[in-house]
Each structure stands twice: as structure tokens, then as C-alpha cells.
């Protein structure tokens, strides 16, 4: 007896990674991001959250000085595990337009082993 199997998957394309790193190396952790209450969508109607969005212990953005790391790739809700940056160099610049966040003092204050370039 043989099953047919139907398998589906879904083609995504991204214009490419933002690199808010200005050089190397660094240090990261995983954490799975909470979308509740995420309204930025990107071109396939996903909720994202972008790269260089500052991320607390609780999955969330948070700019403030309970921050864990800089979250360092676009997520979108249908994959939800994040790359928190804990040490690196970090372009600010590229990473505050890129995320829409202007860094406040608390948050460089508590990523003390990032340095915001």
C-alpha cells in the first residue's frame, strides 16, 4: 500500500540582509520572539521584526534599560526564532534606520559589551 504524500512549501525572496555589524567577531544567543502587538509587515504580509531592533528577556522590543541584545537579522512571525546580539560592533547608524529605534542611553548603558559605532 503507498501513501502519496503531498508536500507544500512556500518560496519567500528577500532583497538581502541588512549588515548592521560594522566588523568582526561577535557573540549571540538565540530567543524566539513574541509577536503580540507586532503591526510592521513586510511585502508578503508577514509581521516583522527588523534587524537592529533592540530585544528584551521577553521577546519583545524593548528600549530600555531591561534589554537582553540587538536582534541581529530580519524575523518574521512564520519563523519566529531571533539571533540576539550580546557582543559585538555595531554599526549604529545603519542599524537604528534600518529597525526604526533611536537607541536610548539605558539601552547602550545595559549592552555594555556592545560597542555602538
Known sequence: MAKEMNMQYEKTSYAGDVQILKREPNEAIPLTLDFDGVTTK???GKKIVK?????????????????????????????????LLKKAYLNTKVAEAHSGVTYET????????????
Open 42 to 44: 513586510n511585502a508578503q
Open 51 to 83: 534587524a537592529g531592533t533592540p530585544i528584551g528577556a521577553n521577546g519583545k522590543a524593548d528600549n530600555t534599560a531591561t534589554v537582553v541584545g540587538i536582534l541581529r537579522f530580519d524575523v518574521t512571525e512564520d519563523r519566529p526564532q531571533g539571533v
Open 106 to 117: 539605558a539601552v547602550k548603558t545595559a549592552l555594555s559589551m556592545i560597542v555602538f559605532e
